[in-house]
Each structure stands twice: as C-alpha cells, then as structure tokens.
C-alpha cells in the first residue's frame, strides 16, 4: 500500500533551537518527493522538492535529505525562529502520471 | 491578485443549505484540484479538472458537486451536507506536464462547518 508515515506528530522546541522532522514512506514507483509548509489557516507552500538521485536540498534555514534506499527523508530546520510554527507536510509523486501521496503532517511549535 | 485565491474563507451552514465555494487562479495553470483537510488526516484529494475536463472523481459523494467553466476558475458546490463534512477545502492549481514536477499552488482554503 503506498503511504507516507510522518513523525513525530507534533513537536515544541524553543526559539533558537534546532530540530529534525522523519518522513518514511512505500511509495511504488517513486517520481519525487516534497516537504510542504503549511501556516495555521493557509494552504500549504512548497519548501523543497527532490528528484530519486538527489539527497540533499537546502532552502535557507531548511535542509531536505532523501535516501531512496532506505524510503527514508528527514528536513532539518536550524536555528527556529517563531515564524517557523506551522504544519510540516511530506509528500510523494507516484509514477509519471503525478498522484500526490500525502503524510499526515508535523506540528511544530516554536517557543520564545 | 496573485497566486491562488479561494471565496469564502470561513463558511458555516446548516444541513438543508445550498452553497458554493470558488477557486481563481492567476498562474497560467491547465490543472486545478479539490482537496478536503481534516484534522489528523492526510490531505484528501476530491477532483481534478484538466484543461477544463473532470479526470479524476475520487469517490467523493454526490452532495459535493464540481463545476470547471474554464482553466482558472473552478467552484464546489455543496447541497444536503453532514456535520462530518466539516473541514479546510483546498483548492490547488498546476501546470500538468510543465517542467516543475508538476508542482501544486495551493490557496488559502475555505473553513466550513456544517451544523
């Protein structure tokens, strides 16, 4: 069954700080794979994308790995700032045809 | 106006009621998308319209109807719905087969609560 498991759940940390959120996924036949960011009340807006033989993707303080050995993506995000509060979405392209699998999210809340 | 936008942003009705939500978008895009968040759950996908034709229904029931009358705008029009309706409706548009993986834009979704 192709899914996209995401963890944890939901996360506090404190302004400042750093911290990893997991992505593993069984998505079959892989095309891509996005972390979205989604502010409370707004729809989600694309961070990073990478492609199969990519597995590394920065975007200013946010840092995409991808090992598609393993199904595994992590996004790492360094010294938080409040602004980064928000709902963390892993997605997956399946095959040529572009079916969006989504995980269930990451809640992050950053304290000052 | 830019992006994506959807009307209204919150909406609350009753089950009897009769409404529409609408989707504009200004990016040049041949594909648009339904999608119904709930809370602790996946992103849903409900429709997608390419070049202004429905290739995708995805089990959703009848109450929720779609309406395409050309590439950027595209509405959802709700009749007879449940309390378990109640959700964060995306809309989303994308340039099927463009160079950006077919990246989706999403707009801000519309807040609806059935009562």
């Known amino acids: 069954k192709n899914q996209v498991e995401q963890s944890p759940q939901s996360l506090i940390i404190l302004e400042g700080k750093n911290c990893t959120l997991q992505?593993?996924?069984?998505?079959?036949?892989?095309?891509?794979l996005r972390w979205y960011k989604q502010d409370t009340g707004r729809g989600p807006v694309s961070l990073t994308i990478?492609?199969?033989?990519?597995n590394t993707k920065s975007n200013g303080r946010y840092t995409a790995t991808l090992d598609a050995d393993t199904k595994q993506s992590s996004l790492h995000i360094t010294a938080s700032q409040l602004s980064d509060s928000a709902s963390y979405i892993c997605?997956?392209?399946?095959?040529?045809?572009?079916?969006?699998?989504f995980g269930k999210g990451t809640k992050l809340s950053v304290k000052p | 106006e830019t992006g994506v936008t959807q009307t209204p942003r919150h909406l609350v009705m009753g089950m009897t009621n009769k409404k529409s939500l609408k989707c504009e978008q200004h990016?040049?895009?041949?594909?648009m998308y339904w999608y119904k968040q709930s809370a602790k759950k996946p992103l849903e996908l409900m429709f997608v319209?390419?070049?202004?034709?429905?290739?995708e229904n995805n089990s959703v029931p009848s109450r929720f109807s779609p309406e395409c009358p050309n590439s950027s705008h595209l509405f959802l029009h709700l009749h007879t719905l449940q309390p378990e309706d109640s959700a964060l409706y995306l809309c989303?548009?994308?340039?099927?087969?463009?160079?950006?993986?077919?990246?989706?834009?999403f707009g801000p979704g519309t807040r609806l609560t059935v009562l």
């Open positions: 989303a548009s994308s340039q099927a087969g463009g160079q950006d993986y077919n990246e989706q834009f």
């Open positions: 992505c593993n996924y069984t998505v079959s036949p892989f095309s891509n």
């Open positions: 990478m492609t199969f033989s990519e």
């Open positions: 997605v997956v392209t399946q095959g040529s045809q572009g079916n969006l699998i």
């Open positions: 990016l040049g895009h041949n594909a």
């Open positions: 319209y390419n070049f202004k034709e429905q290739t």
